[in-house]
């Protein structure tokens, strides 16, 4: 399989602005040109999230697409990897979304932009159960990245809801896996980008 299409997906507060999302596309721009990258940022709702996902890479083809969701995203990036039968790369995948993000129901700000605000609503949290693949097996190869360190985030739960990943599991680290840039390579080699 070799990747032509790849979809980044940021987490809860973030956005395409992420280091993480930054450096990966700057490494898929100086190594690999002819690669599609996508990395909008996602609407609050799971809902318009997911209809802007599914309508964006509507013409992509599907069996040389790919996608990298980090927390939040991960779990986004499970459910697109399900819907397109591709392959998908998870960064401290949020396992429990609609069960963590509860609490955090009403106003939120953007955490590149602190002027960027939103509203969480609680409907989100049904949105986000709708969106819920554990029960299925994975769609496409998986590779994760966790960190035991992850402070918002249990590795545990993680490692257990990807039972068939390459896991690659981080003895202290942390959630936003400031070590991102050495293991880009790796993940370069994992989705085979043109």
């Known amino acids: 399989?070799?990747?032509?299409?790849?979809?980044?997906?940021?987490?809860?507060?973030?956005?395409?602005?992420?280091?993480?999302?930054?450096?990966?596309?700057?490494?898929?721009?100086?190594?690999?040109?002819?690669?599609?990258?996508?990395?909008?940022?996602?609407?609050?709702?799971?809902?318009?999230?997911?209809?802007?996902?599914?309508?964006?890479?509507?013409?992509?083809?599907?069996?040389?697409?790919?996608?990298?969701?980090?927390?939040?995203g991960g779990f986004y990036a499970s459910w697109f990897a399900q819907q397109r039968g591709c392959a998908s790369v998870l960064l401290n995948p949020a396992v429990f979304p609609a069960r963590d993000l509860e609490k955090h129901i009403g106003a939120q700000t953007a955490w590149h932009d602190p002027e960027v605000q939103f509203f969480f609503r609680p409907e989100y949290i049904a949105e986000l159960q709708a969106l819920d693949t554990r029960a299925l097996p994975p769609a496409g190869p998986e590779l994760a990245f966790i960190a035991k360190g992850d402070e918002v985030l249990d590795w545990r739960e993680m490692t257990a809801r990807y039972p068939a990943a390459q896991i690659v599991l981080q003895e202290g680290g942390d959630h936003a896996l400031s070590d991102f840039a050495t293991h880009i390579e790796h993940i370069c080699r994992f989705l085979a980008l043109a």
């Open 1 to 72: 399989m070799t990747t032509t299409h790849l979809l980044y997906l940021h987490g809860f507060r973030s956005s395409p602005q992420s280091l993480k999302a930054q450096q990966m596309a700057a490494h898929v721009a100086a190594h690999h040109p002819q690669v599609h990258w996508w990395c909008p940022q996602l609407p609050p709702s799971p809902r318009a999230a997911a209809q802007l996902l599914l309508a964006g890479t509507a013409d992509w083809p599907q069996a040389t697409t790919a996608v990298i969701g980090s927390s939040l």
